[in-house]
């Protein structure tokens, strides 16, 4: 069965950076587009950001542009998001989805915690 | 798009049959999503496409609607399906989900 395991949450200061990393098994991971989405502590579901198979095309949403990145490193079946100056509004369990608009598989998810 | 879901819980015994409803603030036409959420788990696709199920999903879930009204239903409720559903509209980017439907045990 395809496997998709985040990793590299943990406490982090407000204004400080973290990288999360998705290590994909199990699927051709080149074929398809990736998402990253996230869950605040006891609250719903928001799409954070999602890549095409060759890193080309990227999107948003609006409360982490200019502040989030999204990579992929296909030769490493491994999907990364880089998240600087961050706030305490991002505070959330992140999780690695596969697809572009509606995510089949989901990792587990990693926490990240901005706080002081 | 702002996606609403009722009730926020619903009490339902084991065997019986749940419905769930999912409005969106504009049309979506069919692009909507169901996933099921347990408690320290990942969401789980149940049904997308508004009525497709996802693999492995049993038949007992059902997903019907078009446009903003959408509806996902159980047929007979396992000990399993107890959890926390949502949709998700992914006509607009970015894609935006409800705030859940708690189905509880009666």
């Known amino acids: 069965e395809m496997q998709l395991v985040e990793s590299g949450g943990g406490l982090v200061q407000p204004g400080g950076s973290l990288r999360l990393s998705c290590a994909a098994s199990r699927f051709t991971f080149s074929s398809y587009w990736m998402s990253w989405v996230r869950q605040a502590p006891g609250k719903g579901l928001e799409w954070v950001a999602n890549?095409?198979?060759?890193?080309?095309?990227?999107y948003f949403v609006d409360s982490v542009k200019g502040r989030f990145t999204i990579s992929r490193d296909n030769a490493r079946n491994s999907l990364y998001l880089q998240m600087n100056s961050l706030r305490a509004e991002d505070t959330a369990a992140y999780y690695c989805?596969?697809?572009?608009?509606?995510?089949?598989?989901w990792g587990q998810g990693t926490l990240v915690t901005v706080s002081s | 798009i702002v996606m609403t879901q009722s009730p926020a819980t619903l009490s339902v015994s084991p065997g019986e049959r749940a419905t769930l409803s999912c409005r969106a603030s504009?049309?979506?036409?069919?692009?909507l999503a169901w996933y099921q959420q347990k408690p320290g788990q990942a969401p789980r696709l149940l049904i997308y496409?508004?009525?497709t199920r996802a693999t492995g999903i049993p038949a007992r879930f059902s997903g019907s609607g078009s446009g903003t009204e959408f509806t996902l239903t159980i047929s007979s409720l396992q000990s399993e399906d107890f959890a926390v559903y949502y949709c998700q509209q992914y006509n607009n980017w970015p894609p935006t989900f409800g705030q859940g439907t708690k189905v509880e045990i009666k």
């Open positions: 890549i095409n198979q060759d890193g080309s095309e990227k």
């Open positions: 496409d508004a009525s």
């Open positions: 989805a596969r697809g572009y608009s509606y995510g089949d598989y």
């Open positions: 504009q049309s979506v036409s069919s692009n």
